[in-house]
């Protein structure tokens, strides 16, 4: 795997890592409880990443393979693309944001069902990584929504900072139901 992409799976890889973790720290029994009217449980809160990885799998997937027909070439840049989304501030907690509703969640998942979600679409994130090998993603570009364009590191860089933004709320949720049963 190109260097590029073999350290964006990496730090994908510490991201999930760090969401399971806080998850744990949810009881089971509590998982699907909002902390508040106005906040999102933390099984919410894994739909919607489940969501929100789903959908940029299939981006990255549709750019790549468009990218390999019109015969964009071999990667050949070697540096480090973990900070190019530095200037972002998508893991700022203070400001929040609303989710559109493609990727909103509906409600109602179990523990197990937000985990086999996220699984499964992780899955899909590293079949669309997989085919993208070998391409030089930096020249291939798609918008998105809030973000404007983006290329396919950005995208893929993308889900992990978000991952880490709601990792941050998966733990204010611990605190917030702990806080609550004291």
């Known amino acids: 795997m190109h260097r590029r ?6 730090y994908l890889e510490a991201a999930r890592a760090s969401l399971l973790d806080a998850a744990a720290l949810v009881p089971a029994d509590r998982f699907a409880n909002r902390p508040a009217p106005d906040r999102w449980s933390a099984a919410e809160v894994m739909e919607h990443l489940a969501r929100v990885e789903t959908s940029c799998a299939r981006v990255i997937a549709k750019r790549a393979a468009d990218a390999r027909q019109k015969g964009v070439g071999a990667e050949s840049e070697e540096n480090s693309v973990l900070h190019v989304l530095d200037h972002m ?8 944001l609303e989710a559109p509703e493609l990727v909103a969640p509906s409600g109602g998942w179990t523990r197990e069902q937000a985990l086999d979600a996220l699984a499964a679409s992780r899955a899909d994130l590293m079949r ?10 930096g020249n291939v570009r798609y ?3 809030r973000l404007g364009e983006l290329d396919l590191y950005q995208w893929i860089l993308f889900v992990g900072k978000h991952e880490e933004r709601h990792t941050q709320q998966i733990n204010e949720i611990a605190a917030q139901l702990a806080a609550a049963t004291v």
């Open 128 to 137: 669309a990584v997989a085919d993208a090998e070998g391409l030089a993603l």
């Open 143 to 145: 918008t998105h929504a």
């Open 5 to 10: 992409l073999a350290e964006l799976v990496e």
């Open 89 to 96: 501030p998508l893991t700022d907690r203070t400001r929040r």
